[in-house]
T-cell receptor, first 113, second 115 residues
Framework: DQQVKQNSPSLSVQEGRISILNCDYTNSMFDYFLWYKKYPAEGPTFLISISSIKDKNEDGRFTVFLNKSAKHLSLHIVPSQPGDSAVYFCAASGVDSNYQLIWGAGTKLIIKP | ETGVTQTPRHLVMGMTNKKSLKCEQHLGHNAMYWYKQSAKKPLELMFVYNFKEQTENNSVPSRFSPECPNSSHLFLHLHTLQPEDSALYLC??????????????FGDGTRLSIL
């Protein structure tokens, strides 16, 4: 049973618009959430994270929102750029998972020019 | 430029072969990880080493054998693999295993194909 789910395998967004990537989780004991970005033929690269004591974290064009009651987090990219085209993974961890990162299956983001 | 280097980048082997994957990190981290990534699936954690000691083995078949001679190097020895073992194998490192807020840094992976 997947504890971290990314229900959209792919997402297509016009350049300059906002990209919103979603992630749901089932384990309320997770206390840290991370987003990674992966280009083809490369390993995942850490993008942004958020602690469960916060509901928003911003870094430049990237903002992560956490809704603990809904067990939902989202990554907003604005404005979207062609270089943002990649697969985005969300991951969660906590003492309950023995600090192991539990990963979603990824969402492929395509930015159209 | 990645601080985690994996070799080889691609490997094709028969089911009876023995081969090894190598990972080296130049970040001064104390924890290292092996992951398996199959198409359209989440990353699966295989092994974790913290300060050279194996701390996690997520029910990985014995045909995969890890080795961590020091905090900078990690190997995955492969023997008698099955076709379903074909996947991307990723190595990662982090400062320490026991803190949620430490991002893992990944290598570019070894694409393994079993004939």
């Amino acid at each position: 049973d997947q504890q971290v789910k990314q229900n959209s395998p792919s997402l297509s967004v016009q350049e300059g618009r906002i990209s919103i990537l979603n992630c749901d989780y089932t384990n309320s004991m997770f206390d840290y959430f991370l987003w990674y970005k992966k280009y083809p033929a490369e390993g995942p690269t850490f993008l942004i994270s958020i602690s469960s004591i916060k509901d928003k974290n911003e870094d430049g064009r990237f903002t992560v929102f956490l809704n603990k009651s809904a067990k939902h987090l989202s990554l907003h990219i604005v404005p979207s750029q062609p270089g943002d085209s990649a697969v985005y993974f969300c991951a969660a961890s906590g003492v309950d998972s023995n600090y192991q990162l539990i990963w979603g299956a990824g969402t492929k983001l395509i930015i159209k020019p | 430029e990645t601080g985690v280097t994996q070799t080889p980048r691609h490997l094709v082997m028969g089911m009876t072969n023995k081969k090894s994957l190598k990972c080296e990190q130049h970040l001064g981290h104390n924890a290292m990880y092996w992951y398996k990534q199959s198409a359209k699936k989440p990353l699966e954690l295989m092994f974790v080493y913290n300060f050279k000691e194996q701390t996690e083995n997520n029910s990985v078949p014995s045909r995969f054998s890890p080795e961590c001679p020091n905090s900078s190097h990690l190997f995955l020895h492969l023997h008698t693999l099955q076709p379903e073992d074909s996947a991307l194998y990723l190595c990662a490192s982090s400062q320490d295993r026991d803190y949620s807020n430490q991002p893992q840094h990944f290598g570019d992976g070894t694409r393994l194909s079993i004939l």
